[in-house]
């Protein structure tokens, strides 16, 4: 999965609007909607803090795997979703 492709289904999977990664990346919303289109060049720093605001390793985002994207465990509040990579057999 390509690294916006990530960056996007992570934000779906928290149940975030672009605007409020806008927010939380201090960019325009514009700006964000660029990333997730692949649009614009992702460098390290901008990589750093989306791994920070996901909670994820930077390798996490960067490493292109056929292993799926994510498989939902469950919920621990109404406002996180705890997640982890799914493995094939």
Request: proline residues 0%; glycine residues 4%.
């Given at each position: 999965?390509?690294?916006?492709?990530?960056?996007?289904?992570?934000?779906?999977?928290?149940?975030?609007?672009?605007?409020e990664m806008a927010e939380r990346m201090n960019i325009s919303k514009s700006s964000y909607s660029r990333l997730e289109r692949d649009e614009s060049k992702l460098d390290l720093a901008?990589?750093?803090?989306?791994?920070?605001?996901?909670?994820?390793?930077?390798?996490?985002?960067?490493?292109?795997?056929?292993?799926?994207?994510?498989?939902?465990?469950?919920t621990n509040s109404g406002n996180h979703t705890n997640y982890s990579p799914m493995r094939k057999a």
């Open positions: 999965m390509a690294v916006n492709d990530k960056i996007r289904a992570l934000r779906e999977l928290n149940n975030w609007s672009q605007e901008k990589l750093e803090k989306l791994a920070a605001i996901f909670k994820i390793d930077v390798a996490e985002l960067v490493t292109r795997e056929d292993r799926g994207m994510v498989l939902l465990i469950g």
